[in-house]
């Protein structure tokens, strides 16, 4: 198993930028596919990111491509987004998660972190 911790989250206007970090512990963390996540109020969890094991493949949702950078370290067991141009439509809690496959589905995701939030204002 693999526990995960997500932090960076916070308040940040329109154009902005915000770093989310996700730290692993327990299993080895380079045995896994990593993913960030993220839900709005109301509305069900999306896909933002995902990262190969060795970081040689990343995919990202349209929503954020050119935007967002999904990247890990895996000497450290941490994962990363670095959030740029943020928009208020960004607005919502971001999940990391791993997988031992590589999906875009949340529900293919074995382990969870609790969340951070972000917010940005207009």
């Known amino acids: 198993q693999v526990q995960l911790v997500e932090s960076g989250g916070g308040l940040v206007q329109a154009g902005g930028s915000l770093r989310l970090s996700c730290a692993a512990s327990?299993?080895?963390?380079?045995?896994?596919?990593m993913g960030w996540f993220r839900q709005a109020p109301g509305k069900e969890r999306e896909f933002v990111a995902r990262?190969?094991?060795?970081?040689?493949?990343?995919f990202y949702d349209d929503s954020v491509k050119g935007r967002f950078t999904i990247s890990r370290d895996n000497t450290k067991n941490t994962l990363y987004l670095q959030m740029n141009s943020l928009k208020p439509e960004d607005t919502a809690v971001y999940y990391c998660?791993?997988?031992?496959?590589?999906?875009?589905?949340?529900?293919?995701?074995?382990?969870w972190g609790q969340g951070t939030q972000v917010t940005v204002s207009s």
């Open positions: 327990g299993d080895t963390f380079s045995s896994y596919n």
């Open positions: 990262i190969s094991r060795r970081a040689g493949f990343t």
């Open positions: 998660a791993a997988s031992t496959g590589a999906y875009s589905s949340a529900a293919r995701y074995d382990y």
